[in-house]
């Protein structure tokens, strides 16, 4: 059996993918096709974490910055959890970031050879 990595079409046999046309296809049977497979799924999500990661940080400090310009914003501050060097906005951005990034991974892609492990682990 072999597979594209490209579109992720399986096939009994043949040089070219029938479904794309893609030349390069894998052979399921041998070991290193399947965890390169397996590798092209981990990349994808890692892709996806990290720009997530970067859009959650980036919106908490804009959230956080953003109320900086709302009225009375700084005296609620100093009344209610002030702490030294704006420790607590640090604070505020990173639970803003952490709730964030836990929605959008949620959101996640879903792998592409979700299949791989029928034909057995490295």
Same mark, same amino acid.
């Given at each position: 059996?072999?597979?594209?990595?490209?579109?992720?079409?399986?096939?009994?046999?043949?040089?070219?993918?029938?479904?794309?046309g893609?030349?390069?296809?894998?052979?399921?049977?041998?070991?290193?096709?399947?965890?390169?497979?397996?590798?092209?799924?981990?990349?994808?999500?890692?892709?996806?974490?990290?720009?997530?990661?970067?859009?959650?940080?980036?919106?908490?400090?804009?959230?956080?910055?953003?109320?900086?310009?709302?009225?009375?914003?700084?005296?609620?501050?100093?009344?209610?959890? %002030?702490?030294?060097?704006?420790?607590?906005?640090? %604070?505020?951005?990173?639970?803003?970031?952490?709730?964030?990034?836990?929605?959008?991974?949620r959101?996640?892609?879903?792998?592409?050879?979700?299949w791989?492990?029928?034909?057995?682990?490295?």
């Amino acid at each position: 059996m072999r597979a594209c990595p490209e579109c992720a079409h399986r096939q009994p046999d043949g040089m070219a993918c029938t479904s794309c046309g893609y030349d390069g296809l894998l052979d399921l049977g041998d070991m290193r096709h399947r965890e390169l497979l397996r590798d092209i799924d981990r990349r994808k999500l890692d892709r996806h974490t990290d720009r997530s990661r970067k859009i959650a940080v980036a919106l908490a400090m804009a959230i956080v910055m953003g109320a900086w310009f709302i009225p009375g914003y700084w005296a609620a501050r100093r009344a209610a959890i %002030a702490l030294p060097f704006l420790a607590d906005q640090w %604070a505020i951005m990173i639970v803003i970031a952490l709730g964030i990034s836990r929605l959008v991974e949620r959101m996640a892609p879903k792998p592409k050879f979700p299949w791989i492990d029928d034909y057995g682990n490295p």
